[in-house]
Nanobody, 126 residues
Framework: QVQLVESGGGLVQAGGSLRLSCAAS????????MGWFRQAPGKEREFVAT????????FYADSVKGRFTISRDNAMAAIFLQMNTLKPEDTAVYYC???????????????????WGQGTQVTVSS
């Protein structure tokens, strides 16, 4: 079965950096668009970034643009989220998600994704 396993979360001070990883198995990874979402306490899950099966095509939420970078390694069947200049409002559980690639549109709604990881907690202290 398909498994997505996130890692790399933790506690960091404002202005610091973290790098999240998501390892995928049970699917032909290069056929899937991948995304990162996050959910803060008491809030709905929100889109963070997505990367299409072509590694050069990425799209970001305005709130993280210029601070976060999504990347993928198809040989490793993994995606990454480099998070710099972290802010307390970035505190959330971060999830990776997979969607079978179809069309050229970027997918930013969670219901558009087929598979989800269990999440990794990121806490940014002020």
């Amino acid at each position: 079965q398909v498994q997505l396993v996130e890692s790399g979360g933790g506690l960091v001070q404002a202005g610091g950096s973290l790098r999240l990883s998501c390892a995928a198995s049970g699917l032909v990874f290069s056929n899937y668009d991948m995304g990162w979402f996050r959910q803060a306490p008491g809030k709905e899950r929100e889109f963070v970034a997505t990367i299409k099966w072509n590694p050069g095509l990425t799209f970001y939420a305005d709130s993280v643009k210029g601070r976060f970078t999504i990347s993928r390694d198809n040989a490793m069947a993994a995606i990454f989220l480099q998070m710099n200049t972290l802010k307390p409002e970035d505190t959330a559980v971060y999830y990776c998600a997979a969607r079978y690639a179809s069309g050229s549109a970027y997918r930013i709604r969670d219901h558009e994704y087929d598979y989800w990881g269990q999440g990794t907690q990121v806490t940014v202290s002020s």
